[in-house]
T-cell receptor, first 112, second 110 residues
Framework: GAGVSQSPRYKVTKRGQDVALRCDPI?????LYWYRQALGQGPEFLTY????????KSGLPNDRFSAERPEGSISTLTIQRTEQRDSAMYRC??????????FGPGTRLLVL | QQPVQSPQAVILREGEDAVINCSSS?????VHWYRQKHGEAPVFLMI?????EQKGHEKISASFNEKKQQSSLYLTASQLSYSGTYFC???????????FGTGTRLTIIP
């Protein structure tokens, strides 16, 4: 594909359920980033990968959040036992070696 | 710590100029500028890698003062399409994550 894709675009779930958000980066991009964005705010860093290695997960709010990128391409952000405060736009971005990050359309998560 | 942008919001008439500032409390390795329209993903505008560097993109340019840990985005002869929220993103030395600023909402009116 030409750009970063994310699925699903919208996810409504009940409190306590687990959700998995998927990111498919631009082909050949080494680095993949996950962000959370509240309305009117800038993206907030969660975690990032170089190839399949998770380099920094300092932005993950707590241990209910995890991410993987097993083959160095597609990545999954998993939120276990979702809570209402997890409701947000989750964005993925990818970059090659020159740092410029290209963002996907995001997944809007609503926890009821 | 999050970079601080100023102003928070600005309204311009089409054809007017604007300056958006981004200030960091930490030494900067690079500054990135993004524009985000309502309901859309942030779109990359430009990256500044060197202190004192200035870059241009159509009628949008930017400067980076490494010593002052600041960057400014200049929009000249603004067009309706420039409307949106502008974010700076900063990379600090020894830190490979992009930290986004507080954002500046720009509204262009005919």
């Amino acid at each position: 594909g030409a750009g970063v894709s994310q699925s699903p675009r919208y996810k409504v779930t009940k409190r306590g359920q687990d959700v998995a958000l998927r990111c498919d980066p631009i082909s050949g991009h080494v680095s993949l980033y996950w962000y959370r964005q509240a309305l009117g705010q800038g993206p907030e860093f969660l975690t990032y990968f170089n190839y399949e290695a998770q380099q920094d997960k300092s932005g993950l709010p707590n241990d209910r959040f995890s991410a993987e990128r097993p083959e160095g391409s597609i990545s999954t952000l998993t939120i276990q036992r979702t809570e209402q405060r997890d409701s947000a736009m989750y964005r993925c971005a990818s970059s090659s070696a020159v740092q410029t990050q290209y963002f996907g359309p995001g997944t809007r998560l609503l926890v009821l | 710590q999050q970079p601080v942008q100023s102003p928070q919001a600005v309204i311009l008439r089409e054809g007017e100029d604007a300056v958006i500032n981004c200030s960091s409390s930490k030494a900067l390795y690079s500054v990135h500028w993004y524009r985000q329209k309502h309901g859309e993903a942030p779109v990359f505008l430009m990256i500044l890698l060197k202190g004192g560097e200035q870059k241009g993109h159509e009628k949008i340019s930017a400067s980076f003062n490494e010593k002052k840990q600041q960057s400014s985005l200049y929009l000249t002869a603004s067009q309706l399409s420039y409307s949106g929220t502008y974010f700076c993103g900063t990379y600090n030395f020894g830190n490979e994550k992009l930290t986004f600023g507080t954002g500046t909402r720009l509204t262009i009116i005919p």
